[in-house]
């Protein structure tokens, strides 16, 4: 049975770019690449034994390039998943198969197998930690009327409730799986816990079902039913009913819940429960590439209430959003503000003011860090004071920006360039390897770069003169860094044809004498070139494609 690839397990080997051509080309375009770098590499040509030895790797690389982007079958497995996709056993069915997409359908059922084969070492854990905090005392005790001042004139803060959960999942089959869930909590001095199993059970590919057992200090046992069921493509419904005994009796209850797909990006909910708390609740949602809006209403015991919120994304590396909301209810009206930021690969921090009457003016801080979620909510003050707005809303802010620039960004740079070396350690005896057939390649070059030089000087043509490639530092900021670049001027010079350069547009360190010279990092090439004898300079990205000559950037000749 195949072994299936990891995304990050995709050799990032590019055979188009060896052979420079369109990953769109056609048969002739792939033949003509391939007879041209035959002419070069044949061993036939070079007498010298150590050339001829270099010249037979290069050619064999470009052969097997040639077959397989020649082959249809071959050439979707590559565009798919890469040349270490060719290595996998377990192809026998693929290789009957015509489309590329009968050919992914395949993978992904080799890959789906492999999912089955790892379904016992999987769980899912996921967690919470809530800390709240009363720091009334910091606004309170400035009012005249306060009277229990500290004796040391200083405010009482104090932890007056926590709360933590987890949860993992332990998959049985492709098709069960079992949950384990348990928290404690406790507040000004009372507390409690409850423990939860749960066996959830996928019926088919339109639903699952899953029951669940619990039992409390504070609640008693609990025996629950859940099943989720997708009515049609654009419509689906949860049920979920349960029983709670406790010294007062049992207690049932019953929710259900029908959602739809209004449009791409909008869906409606519509939600009743029944029991100690029963309620009508429905909900407008539209989530947007830029923007997420909720526009809710409930009718219930004990809370009635409206709310809409609005959430704003940033396009930017961090992921920033923020947001907005408000609400209001028999309860009294409560407005909340914020915004959230990524701060590293895995954690996201986010802090929200929330301004109410009667409740007064709370800060809550989140963290998301992987599946684990820590939460403190501070509660500032009963009253709305705007000394206690202004501080929720600017010291969070202050702080993060301190924290940001003394500590993240000099964390993330130093793990950013950590990773980097690891990637250039790991990655070093293959840069070793591509470097030596890139120096080989060059000296096979020689000879026809030589014709290829008197013919264009013959007929004015194009004549590389000098060309880089790699890392080079313009931003004055970096002056203390070192370009790191190669001499890729005869590579160059041997893939002009009829007074032309054409390089599509994929990586130039795969091109027949190139290699990668800073692994990892922005590089570009930059060519000095004479065309009809006027000199001219052209600077491009790594992935671009280049056409030259190219009119621009003309240079004086004593450059």
């Known amino acids: 049975m195949a072994a299936a690839l990891d995304d990050d397990e995709i050799d990032n080997d590019d055979y188009y770019s060896l052979l420079n051509v369109r990953r769109e080309a056609t048969q002739d375009e792939l033949k003509a690449a391939y007879r041209r770098l035959c002419m070069l590499y044949h061993p036939d040509k070079h007498r010298d034994p150590e050339l001829k030895r270099q010249a ?54 080799l890959q789906r197998e492999r999912d089955e084969r790892r379904l016992q070492q999987r769980t899912n854990p996921k967690g919470t930690i809530s800390v709240g905090v009363d720091a009334t005392d910091l606004f309170d005790h400035y009012e005249e009327d306060y009277e229990d001042v500290p004796a ?49 059970k996928v019926t088919s590919a339109k639903g699952w079902g899953e029951v669940e057992f619990g039992a409390g200090d504070s609640h008693g046992p609990l025996v629950g039913f859940k099943i989720f069921r997708n009515l049609t493509t654009r419509c689906f419904m949860t049920a979920q009913c349960g029983m709670q005994f406790s010294s007062r009796g049992v207690r049932p209850g019953v929710t259900t819940m029908l959602a739809r797909h209004l449009d791409k990006n909008t869906m409606g909910y519509l939600q009743w429960r029944w029991g100690t708390q029963s309620s009508m609740n429905t909900s407008i949602v539209r989530d947007t590439k830029s923007s997420h809006f909720t526009l809710a209403a409930q009718l219930g015991i004990p809370h009635t209430f409206i709310m809409m919120s609005y959430q704003y994304k940033f396009q930017n590396e961090d992921q920033t959003k923020i947001k907005g909301s408000v609400k209001s209810g028999f309860f009294g ?31 809550k801080i989140k963290l998301n860090r992987a599946s684990q979620t820590y939460f403190f909510p501070i509660h500032l003050t009963d009253q709305l004071m705007p000394s206690a707005i202004f501080y929720a809303t600017v010291g969070p802010l202050v702080f993060y920006l301190a924290i940001q620039r003394l500590v993240i960004r000099p964390y993330l740079r130093a793990q950013k360039e950590q990773d980097l070396e690891k990637h250039r350690q790991s990655s070093a005896t293959d840069i070793a390897k591509k470097k030596q057939e890139a120096e080989s390649a060059v000296l096979l070059m020689q000879e026809g770069v030589r014709r290829i030089i008197e013919t264009e000087e013959s007929k004015m043509g194009l004549i ?25 001027t005869v590579p160059l010079q041997c893939l002009v044809k009829d007074s032309k350069l054409i390089l599509t547009e994929a990586s130039k360190a795969g091109l027949p004498g190139f290699y990668d010279p800073c692994v990892g990092e922005e590089k570009g090439l930059k060519v000095l070139y004479q065309f009809r004898g006027v000199m001219h300079q052209v600077l491009s990205g790594d992935t671009e494609p280049l056409r030259i000559p190219k009119q621009s950037h003309r240079v004086d000749n004593d450059t």
């Not at 880089?468 to 203390?480: I, P």
């Open 56 to 109: 037979e790797q290069l050619f064999n690389l470009v052969h097997q390039a040639y077959e397989v982007l020649s082959d249809a079958q071959s050439r979707a497995i590559y565009d798919i998943y890469g040349k270490r996709g060719l290595e996998v056993e377990g192809w026998e069915v693929v290789e009957r198969r015509r489309t590329p997409g009968e050919i992914r359908e395949e993978f992904e059922r």
């Open 152 to 200: 040391g004139g200083f405010p009482h803060v104090e932890i007056n409730k926590m709360h933590i959960s987890q949860s993992i999942e332990a998959p049985l089959t492709t098709a069960d799986t079992a949950i384990l869930s348990g928290s404690l909590s406790t507040h000004n001095g009372n507390g409690g816990g409850n423990i939860t199993v749960a066996l959830r």
């Open 333 to 363: 009206t409560v407005v909340e503000y914020g915004a959230e930021t990524k701060i590293s690969r895995h954690s996201v921090l986010g802090a929200t003011v929330s301004v109410g009457v009667p409740q007064g003016v709370s800060l």
């Open 464 to 488: 590389i003169l000098n060309a880089w490639y790699g890392k080079f530092v313009t931003d004055n900021s970096r002056k203390h860094e070192r370009a790191r670049v190669i001499d890729v």
